[in-house]
């Protein structure tokens, strides 16, 4: 089975001011101190919060990312953010797609791709988000939502440009509701992933980009999700505002 680098990653959403975020970093640092046994770990705080860890994360085990981006480079777009400038924020990552973005700003997915190119032009690793909601689930449409956001999503991008593409599968009914997809639920949308990956884009590609799981992970239940084959990691919300929550999930092959 291709090895694949696990990415447990924080998404902040609205929280934290600059200096509490450089307060978390430095105790999310002090409790990794030990290493992540081979687990690659990344937070998103708020745009006006970045610079106040990169610097901090610098040369650590800790990634830094982004919440979202405008696909031009510059400008006359008032309170956008340009890729080139997540770079030189020090950032590595960014998130497009979240649900909350197509849901309360109403992203579409030909908006979603513009940012995907946008970001891997500027040398940025996104993070593909997709998933479907309770309605779409009960309705049976999972499968093809997840098509749907995949194949326009990624529409037109070379398999070469994809590589470092994150994709995290994100069923909206379990974001920041306490309800978690079961493992077998978390795995059989992670497979299906996988194969649409494989059929539609590249089988090489499909073997080794990651998939993560987000909706209400907590440390609890990640090392029973992690267990999955097809799940690489995990997109975490709320349980990534406390460094010492997080810092479990980062560590769940540690016993406690």
């Given at each position: 089975m291709e090895q694949r680098t696990p990415l447990i990653a924080g998404n902040w959403k609205m929280f934290k001011t600059g200096p509490e975020a450089a307060d978390y970093a430095r105790r999310l640092l002090a409790l990794l101190s030990g290493g992540?046994?081979?687990?690659?770990?990344?937070?998103?705080?708020?745009?006006?919060?970045?610079?106040?860890?990169?610097?901090?994360?610098?040369?650590?085990?800790?990634a830094l990312g982004a919440q979202n981006l405008h696909p031009?480079?510059?400008?006359?777009?008032?309170?956008?953010?340009?890729?080139?400038?997540?770079?030189?924020?020090?950032?590595?990552?960014?998130?497009?797609?979240?649900?909350?973005?197509?849901?309360?700003f109403g992203e579409t997915d030909e908006g979603v791709r513009l940012k995907i190119t946008a970001a891997l032009e500027a040398g940025l690793d996104p993070v593909l988000c997709i998933g479907e909601t309770a309605t779409e689930r009960e309705a049976g449409?999972?499968?093809?939502?997840?098509?749907?956001?995949?194949?326009?999503?990624?529409?037109?991008?070379?398999?070469?440009?994809?590589?470092?593409?994150?994709?995290?599968?994100?069923?909206?009914?379990?974001?920041?509701?306490?309800?978690?997809?079961?493992?077998?639920?978390?795995?059989?949308a992670h497979a299906y992933i996988r194969s649409q990956?494989?059929?539609?884009?590249?089988?090489?590609?499909?073997?080794?980009?990651?998939?993560?799981?987000?909706?209400?992970?907590?440390?609890?239940?990640?090392?029973?999700?992690?267990?999955?084959?097809?799940?690489?990691?995990?997109?975490?919300g709320g349980a990534s505002l406390d460094p010492d929550t997080f810092s479990r999930i980062v560590l769940y092959q540690r016993p406690w």
């Open positions: 992540t046994a081979g687990v690659e770990a990344m937070i998103a705080p708020p745009f006006t919060a970045l610079s106040a860890v990169a610097d901090l994360l610098a040369g650590s085990p800790v031009e480079k510059q400008g006359a777009f008032t309170g956008e953010i340009s890729a080139p400038m997540l770079v030189a924020a020090g950032c590595r990552y960014v998130l497009v797609g979240h649900s909350e973005r197509r849901q309360l449409r999972t499968f093809s939502v997840l098509d749907n956001q995949l194949k326009n999503g990624l529409e037109g991008l070379i398999p070469d440009r994809l590589r470092k593409l994150v994709i995290a599968y994100e069923p909206v009914w379990a974001i920041g509701t306490g309800k978690t997809a079961s493992s077998a639920q978390t795995q059989e990956i494989a059929e539609g884009v590249e089988i090489a590609l499909s073997k080794s980009i990651r998939i993560l799981y987000g909706g209400s992970v907590k440390a609890e239940n990640i090392a029973e999700l992690m267990s999955m084959p097809d799940v690489d990691g995990a997109l975490v």
